[in-house]
Structure formats: structure tokens, C-alpha cells
């Protein structure tokens, strides 16, 4: 069993920056692929950014590619998403999510999530 809390949201202008953090309990924290999906209101859970069991590598939506960076710590068990560049349609919860051992890209295979953290872009 893993437990996801995710730490970090809240409210920047457009252009600005902030930095979310996932801590996750449990053992072989390494093992397991780490990302991020967003949600915004009255849209589907879309796939943000991966950092891969194995490597690791990281992989990023097109449209965050280039402004956000994911990171993980496996001897913290965290895994980090700096947010540089935000942009109104960065708005939305923000959700940490696991998965053993694979890397799918679709939220119905990850096996944990947390709560979500709100991060809202004003323009």
C-alpha cells in the first residue's frame, strides 16, 4: 500500500512560478513510476509528467514541455513539479499518482493517487 500527499498549490499570476512535492509512504518507493495529472473543472484527468521506475526518465505532456520539470528523490520517497512559465490554462488540481513497476501514460493504470492540491493561474 502507498500513500500520496501532495504539498504546494495555490494562486500565481500568469508567468510566475510554484513548486509542488508529493511524499509517498511504503516500501520501494524506487520501484515504482511516479507522475502527474491534472484535472480542471468540467474536463477529463489529463497526463502532465512522468518520472519512470527504471532509468529514471522523464516524460512531459507537449503542453507543459519546456516550463515544467519533474523530479524524484527516492531516498525521500518524493517526487517534486516545478512549474515555471504558468499560464492560466495550467489552472486546475494537481494529482500525484503511482504505479509498480510500469509507466502508463493513461490515469486508469496508476494504482495510487493522492488528494490533489489546487493550483490556480490568474491572467
Known amino acids: 500500500q502507498v500513500q500520496l500527499v501532495e504539498s504546494g498549490g495555490g494562486l500565481v499570476q500568469a508567468g510566475g512560478s510554484l513548486r509542488l512535492s508529493c511524499a509517498a509512504s511504503?516500501?520501494?518507493?524506487?520501484?515504482?513510476?511516479m507522475a502527474w495529472f491534472r484535472q480542471a473543472p468540467g474536463q477529463e484527468r489529463e497526463f502532465v509528467a512522468v518520472?519512470?521506475?527504471?532509468?529514471?526518465?522523464?516524460y512531459y505532456a507537449d503542453s507543459v514541455k519546456g516550463r515544467f520539470t519533474i523530479s524524484r528523490d527516492n531516498a525521500k520517497n518524493t517526487v517534486a513539479l516545478q512549474m515555471n512559465g504558468l499560464r492560466p490554462e495550467d489552472t486546475g488540481v494537481y494529482y500525484c499518482?503511482?504505479?509498480?513497476?510500469?509507466?502508463?501514460?493513461?490515469?486508469?493504470?496508476?494504482?495510487?493517487w493522492g488528494r490533489g492540491t489546487q493550483v490556480t493561474v490568474s491572467s
Open positions: 511504503g516500501r520501494s518507493f524506487s520501484s515504482y513510476s
Open positions: 499518482a503511482a504505479r509498480s513497476q510500469a509507466t502508463p501514460r493513461s490515469s486508469d493504470e496508476y494504482e495510487y
Open positions: 518520472s519512470t521506475w527504471r532509468g529514471p526518465w522523464t
